[in-house]
């Protein structure tokens, strides 16, 4: 065991005071702009698309989802490396935060054969969606080129969290942004065609991904390589399989996949359930949720900084210090989302008009009396969402996710995914009753995980050695016990 280091900021800025908000937004302000990078990767795929066929725009959103939602088990699991970082750089220990980015890294790749398998099974029962034949051959030919650029993104996730889990968000948002300019070069280069590369339309979309998220794990391997990164973290001498913190990772970070996984897959048939109540139903529904995304994207770049904070407290011992940052988040996020609420339901001229001056005006006639009625849901679950993403962030951090899991996934299903399969069953599905369903989720899992941080069950949690915790609380203590006395002879004199 490497001897103990005190906790320490990055070097090249002086650190902000703890449980203040100048530290919530160095660290969360990075990673909203990383966040929005990574929805704006989205955007241009599903944007070039629609300019290329509407069959390819079709074909992207369900293989998308249908990737995202096998993929989601693998990153959940391996991305809880990131509490592993946090809670060990509060604790000042430099080797155990580059032997849990390898034991994620060992994890992630003992998921992609279960990932590969699952889309195996996914792909042979996409005929029985009932898609158009065109449609569906498009699909399956991206839904396979998803799934290889799948692969260098859980495999980027634990390197990822060596920066993110310290605090070093701009490494972050650097590489998203390099990703994202990759990615839109090679969109335009190979959806439509250019110089050598003839036009490959979706698989041309797909081509490009594998290639930006290929880009986005090299330039993590290529930090790595750094001087700091071999000799002050050790990252190379590090790799070996620990047995012990392997199975630690598995404990904590497995039921946060499953808790991914189940709301992202519960999502998906929510998804699919109003697909069936006709084209207009489900282009309100995505336009309502396109607009949330206004509010939703900040969110989680605030929950992520939530879950860095958090971690380093506990890795601390001062779980009182990670109350106090919890709450200045929440703080934030709420009075963004309450000014948006005012904004969805007083306002929707003034966010619907970008979307209006290049639609069809009869489509979008039928449209926007929709998207008006979807926006008052918006406008009142977005507080409770809040509370899911701030709160649930804090628990998790500290290593409650074994509850995290439980109230999300009865949450999604027994809320939302199963109201609106009986309700379709029994022939009286309507737009409302989804949203209805979505809001009930939503509204109960705030709630839920506002309650447990109340609870105060976390702060005596942890998912690193607790000796190591408690060296460090009684280390801080000292330090400021000794900061008076160093100021006495100055006194004195």
């Not at 980015?101 to 992630?108: A, D, E, N, R, T």
């Not at 012990?244 to 808790?259: A, N, V, W």
């Not at 189940?262 to 995505?286: E, M, P, S, Y």
Request: with cysteine; hydrophobic share 50%; proline share 5%.
């Amino acid at each position: 065991m490497p001897p103990l280091a005190a906790p320490h900021a990055a070097p090249d800025r002086p650190a902000a005071p703890a449980g203040s908000l100048r530290e919530l937004f160095r660290i969360a302000t990075p990673l909203i702009f990383s966040a929005g990078s990574l929805m704006l990767m989205h955007f241009v795929d599903r944007m070039f698309l629609t300019w290329y066929s509407t069959d390819a725009l079709a074909a992207s959103t369900q293989a998308s989802m249908l990737n995202w939602s096998l993929s989601s088990l693998a990153i959940g699991t391996v991305s809880y490396v990131n509490t592993f970082v946090s809670q060990y750089h509060g604790a000042g220990q430099k080797a155990r935060i580059s032997q849990s980015i390898w034991q994620g890294i060992y994890v992630g790749i003992g998921f992609l054969p279960l990932t590969f398998g699952m889309a195996y099974a996914f792909w042979l029962a996409l005929p029985y969606a009932g898609h158009a034949p065109e449609i569906l051959r498009l699909e399956q030919d991206y839904f396979a080129l998803l799934l290889i650029a799948s692969v260098p993104s859980i495999l980027a996730t634990p390197l990822s969290s060596f920066y993110s889990g310290r605090g070093e968000t701009m490494t972050i948002l650097c590489v998203n942004i390099g990703m994202l300019a990759t990615n839109t070069i090679l969109d335009a280069v190979m959806i439509f065609g250019a110089g050598p590369f003839p036009a490959m339309g979706i698989r041309g979309a797909g081509i490009a991904t594998i290639c930006s998220t290929a880009f986005g794990l090299f330039l993590y391997v290529a930090l790595m390589l750094r001087r700091r990164e071999k000799q002050e973290y050790r990252f190379w001498k590090e790799r070996r399989f620990d047995r012990e913190l392997c199975g630690r990772l598995m404990r904590y970070g497995f039921p946060s996949g499953l808790q991914l996984f189940g709301d992202v897959f519960a999502f998906a048939i929510f998804l699919f359930v109003v697909g069936r109540l006709g084209r207009d139903a489900q282009a309100a529904t995505n336009l309502a949720f396109n607009l949330n995304s206004l509010v939703f994207i900040p969110m989680l770049g605030l929950g992520t900084a939530v879950t860095v904070l958090v971690g380093r407290r506990i890795g601390e011992g001062r779980p009182q210090m990670a109350v106090r940052t919890t709450w200045l988040a929440f703080g934030v996020t709420a009075f963004y989302v309450i000014v948006f609420a005012f904004v969805y339901l007083g306002l929707p001229d003034v966010i619907l008009e970008p979307y209006r001056r290049r639609a069809n005006p009869e489509e979008f006639a039928r449209l926007e009396p929709l998207v008006r009625q979807l926006l008052v849901f918006v406008a009142i679950y977005s507080l409770s969402d809040a509370m899911a993403v701030i709160f649930g962030a804090a628990v998790r951090a500290a290593g409650d996710t074994r509850f995290a899991f439980v109230i999300t996934f009865l949450s999604a299903w027994l809320l939302m995914a199963l109201p609106v399969i009986v309700a379709e069953s029994l022939g009286k599905l309507t737009l409302t009753l989804c949203w209805i369903a979505c809001s009930a989720h939503i509204i109960f899992l705030g709630g839920g995980f506002l309650w447990r941080f109340q609870q105060g069950r976390w702060k005596s949690m942890a998912v690193i050695e607790k000796h190591l915790i408690e060296e460090t609380r009684l280390k801080l203590v000292t330090d400021e016990l000794d900061e008076p006395s160093a100021e006495l002879p100055r006194e004195s004199a």
